[in-house]
């Protein structure tokens, strides 16, 4: 009995140091995790979010782009959002969001307990779901990364929404929440954000309007903005919108006989888009943006606190050297000519297949390169099926020259339509300041985003021409020394072309006629090395390599560099660096930042000046002598065509005493062309831009261009120039007008 008893004091002894122990455990757990969550309340794993952009949303300050006659171009702001009161919410969306989003909504301070302790069974058995209060979601929105990728990273930034999550239940009703909630949720295309603007965008209504399908429509694409867009995925969005009115009808929000009503309705579509491409320059815009992002970053300039300038949120001024009316010209000359040069390629493509043979690869990297294919690739789907699918026919939006045109047709064709379409971009800039007047990177800013001035590079053809006749002025040829101008191999290298004018050729009428055997004859005598070297000191920043075959524009160029370089000849030799910006300053009027352009000495003065007397020849009867004769320009202007294998790139780079302008033209596949050199070669397909564009500077009177002559550099010239002088002179008889490029490459 005695033995018993002692036995249980033992147990009785275990029992306590056990239970001791249990307790000091779960009381070390609830320390750390009261640590643990102490920890991330005070920002020790990273800067919670804060309120103000909800208490204050005016704190969020539009910055302006603003122009040199003190227009405002354009504005970067964080979200096209304008926010809505409680009161203004259709009762709709809050039945829609409450039944899909969060069914406890009114019931919980933030954090669903019981849902989250059950979604982690329903994830432990292969049934993903998330868990998610409308709370947690808004905390969400506030952090400005976003979610997460990485997984632990991701962990954090959960309990991070927790720790928010309370914080916004202790500080806000529950119809301030849902408020603010609609107020920041994004909306996916078109830049939407906030349901004021998505009730315009997709409806054309306000949200106290929005009606019960169509509150359905809205908050069943918050799950996924893209994958159930309705304009993109009709049928995943109808789905969708009619799983949220079985929700509606299930939480009791709506009779059977309003959810079936609701459920037979079509999407009802009234797109009206506001997006960030309206307006003037949304190319130029763009650029500027990061250009902006580039320079704040490599010069340290942070907020008085140390922290990064945001352009969406800070208010910024920023001072530009674009001019207002010169980029609304600049816009009108491409529309005018674009969409008459259109309808004759379009015209040419009409009964044949651009796309047979080995040009049918050009549709499957277009498919490749769309968001319908990464969309389908990352739900999981094989190349055989998002095949297929391309070949269904969906609703969209064609861009025409007449406007937007809504549309039912495949993915495929649409990439066919799309690549049919030709590109232009053009800049213009003062050549003494490198201050840019006009900008316009693209055809549509909405539909083809790539700008084309800076970013894209085409081969450059004839235009680089004049590079190798600078190099050989420079080492003191005249311009009126004459060269073999027929076809000879050099080491391998024989350029085709035609013989214009005769044998030998004076390189001021080589260079007029756009002669390939002159032009290969000079950078045979001169170097190829040197011709690459003057070519990079004039800005030229893409690569251009030490071969012969650069004398013809071998090598690809942005036509933002091309400006520049053709600035440096205008300038009397100097390289002025072109400028986007001209200051900006904080919200309260402090200057920020001011740009210096670069200044390079690229050239001899006198060498610079004959080549601009030789790039006035080629207007005044060479190969872009149709600026006299059809578009009545006869005051001093110079130029250069040019054209490159089977008419892919048209190009003309035009330069005046005051400005400088260079234009490109060609389809988004260097494989798509023109057939024939008349309609495609520079002359043509690129310098009329350029000529209706300077008609419209001439016509205005507040601008001020003058129509005189170039400047003669500072103590003359030493050299002769009018080769008429020379008794000996061969090719000095005036030949009729030529108007088009036959240079052949």
């Known amino acids: 009995m005695k033995r018993e008893t002692k036995q249980d004091q033992l147990t009785s002894e275990d029992v306590r140091r056990y239970t001791g122990n249990f307790w000091k455990f779960l009381i070390f757990l609830v320390a750390l995790g009261f640590l643990f969550i102490l920890s991330i309340r005070i920002g020790l794993f990273g800067k919670l979010p804060t309120f103000s952009d909800l208490e204050n949303p005016k704190s969020n300050l539009a910055s302006e782009v603003i122009t040199s006659d003190d227009r405002v171009l354009g504005t970067y702001y964080i979200q096209n959002r304008s926010n809505v009161k409680y009161s203004e919410l259709s009762p709709f969306l809050i039945q829609a969001l409450v039944s899909t989003e969060d069914k406890r909504f009114y019931s919980h301070s933030g954090i669903d307990y019981k849902r989250t302790i059950t979604i982690i069974f329903y994830n432990l058995t292969g049934r993903k779901q998330g868990a998610s209060t409308i709370t947690q979601q808004l905390a969400l929105n506030l952090f400005s990364d976003g979610r997460a990728k990485n997984t632990l990273k991701r962990i954090i930034q959960k309990f991070q929404e927790w720790v928010t999550a309370v914080r916004l239940e202790r500080n806000y009703t529950k119809e301030e929440i849902i408020t603010m909630y609609f107020n920041t949720v994004d909306f996916g295309a078109y830049n939407t954000f906030g349901i004021k603007s998505a009730a315009r965008t997709y409806f054309n209504t306000t949200p106290d309007k929005l009606t019960a399908e169509q509150a359905a429509l809205l908050v069943g694409m918050l799950k996924g903005p893209g994958v159930y867009s309705?304009?993109?995925?009709?049928?995943?969005?109808?789905?969708?919108?009619?799983?949220?009115?079985?929700?509606?009808?299930?939480?009791?929000?709506?009779?059977?006989?309003?959810?079936?009503?609701?459920?037979?309705?079509?999407?009802?579509?009234?797109?009206?888009?506001?997006?960030?491409?309206?307006?003037?320059?949304?190319?130029?815009?763009?650029?500027?943006?990061?250009?902006?992002?580039?320079?704040?970053?490599?010069?340290?300039?942070?907020r008085p606190d140390g922290t990064p300038y945001d352009l969406d949120r800070d208010g910024l001024k920023i001072y530009t050297t674009v001019n207002y009316a010169m980029q609304q010209y600049a816009e009108e000359a491409q529309r005018e000519w674009m969409q008459d040069l259109q309808r004759t390629f379009t015209q040419q493509w009409k009964h044949n297949n651009p796309f047979k043979g080995d040009k049918a690869k050009l549709l499957i990297s277009g498919m490749k390169r769309s968001d319908r294919y990464r969309v389908m690739k990352d739900d999981g789907k094989s190349d055989a099926e998002i095949r297929k699918a391309f070949d269904v026919k969906v609703p969209m939006t064609l861009f025409t020259w007449k406007g937007n045109v809504d549309t039912v047709m495949t993915p495929m064709d649409s990439i066919k339509y799309n690549k049919l379409f030709l590109r232009n971009a053009m800049m213009s800039m003062e050549p003494k300041t490198g201050h840019i007047k006009a900008w316009v990177g693209g055809i549509n800013f909405e539909h083809f985003k790539y700008d084309q001035v800076k970013m894209g590079t085409r081969q450059v053809g004839s235009t680089a021409k004049p590079f190798t006749y600078a190099v050989a002025i420079d080492n003191g040829y005249s311009p009126c020394y004459t060269v073999p101008n027929y076809q000879q191999d050099y080491n391998g290298w024989s350029p085709r072309g035609t013989a214009e004018g005769g044998n030998p050729i004076a390189l001021s009428k080589g260079l007029a006629m756009s002669q390939n055997f002159a032009t290969a004859y000079l950078i045979n005598e001169v170097g190829a090395d040197a011709v690459a070297s003057l070519t990079k000191k004039m800005g030229i920043t893409s690569e251009v390599p030490s071969y012969p075959s650069i004398a013809l524009g071998s090598y690809e160029a942005s036509v933002y560099d091309m400006v520049g370089a053709y600035s440096a000849f205008v300038n009397h030799g100097t390289w002025v660096e072109p400028t986007m910006i001209l200051r900006i300053e904080d919200k309260n009027g402090t200057p920020i930042y001011e740009k210096a352009p670069k200044v390079v000495k690229a050239l001899n003065s006198e060498t610079a000046y004959i080549m601009v007397d030789m790039l006035k020849k080629v207007v005044n009867g060479g190969t872009a002598s149709r600026i006299q004769w059809k578009f009545g320009l006869r005051n001093p202007i110079g130029g250069k065509t040019g054209t490159t294998n089977d008419n892919s790139d048209a190009w003309f780079m035009g330069i005046t005493p005051e400005l400088v302008s260079g234009v490109w033209t060609g389809a988004e596949d260097r494989g798509i062309s023109f057939y024939s050199m008349s309609a495609g070669q520079g002359a043509n397909a690129a310098m009329p831009i350029f000529a209706l564009y300077m008609k419209k500077v001439y016509a205005d009177p507040k601008l001020k261009y003058s129509k005189g002559d170039f400047e003669l550099p500072e103590g003359g010239l030493t050299r002769t120039i009018d080769c008429n002088k020379y008794s000996n002179f061969q090719g000095a008889t005036p030949e009729p007008p030529l108007d088009d490029d036959r240079l052949g490459f």
Do not use: H
């Open 230 to 302: 309705p304009v993109r995925y009709p049928q995943n969005a109808l789905n969708r919108r009619n799983s949220v009115l079985a929700n509606m009808y299930a939480s009791n929000f709506i009779s059977a006989e309003e959810k079936s009503a609701a459920t037979e309705k079509p999407l009802g579509l009234k797109l009206k888009i506001s997006n960030y491409g309206e307006g003037l320059a949304p190319y130029f815009r763009a650029v500027l943006k990061e250009e902006i992002k580039k320079e704040f970053k490599k010069l340290s300039i942070t």
